[in-house]
């Protein structure tokens, strides 16, 4: 992986990069609660989750490198929140990181290129759920003015546990 001092750079997603987003995200569906999924995925299992996110548009997939590493560090991304006609002007929002990546401000780099890229879109809010307890990343969202809205309780089970969602929006 990339040293604490190498730049880090980040683009839109491209297909060439589902096998390492795929294991980032497994990572998270075999290890934690952050995701509610609890079956790892393949690479083609996930091909229709990275073709929802095109280059352009109000749903985006922003990933984040080192310069000269092919590791994926981290990725952003900005989905439909719910999927009736009213709400095509709001969105989801997620930031996964690589877990040796963490504490380097890849969560911050991506979430601010993210939101770069959505100013120019037909949205209004945007809406992240934090799986509890996760400070970094309710610290993250607060950063970029999300503020927290309400808290679904004990709303997921995974790994024998209930787990609680906050919920978080932000204005567009």
Known sequence: MPSEHEEVQVRPGTEGDLTALTDLYNHYVRETAITFDTAPFTPEERRPWLLSHPVDGPHRLMVATGAGSQGILGYATSSPFRPKPAYTTS????????????????????????????????????????????????????????????????????????WDVAWYEKPL
């Open 91 to 162: 969105v989801e929002t997620t930031v996964y990181v690589a877990p040796d990546s963490g504490r380097r401000g890849i969560g911050t780099l991506l979430y601010k290129a993210l939101f770069e890229a959505l100013a120019g879109e037909d949205l209004h809010r945007a809406y992240a759920g934090v799986a509890q307890p996760n400070v970094a990343s309710t610290r993250l969202h607060e950063r970029f003015g999300f503020r927290h809205v309400g808290t679904y309780r004990e709303v997921g089970r995974k790994f024998g546990r209930w």
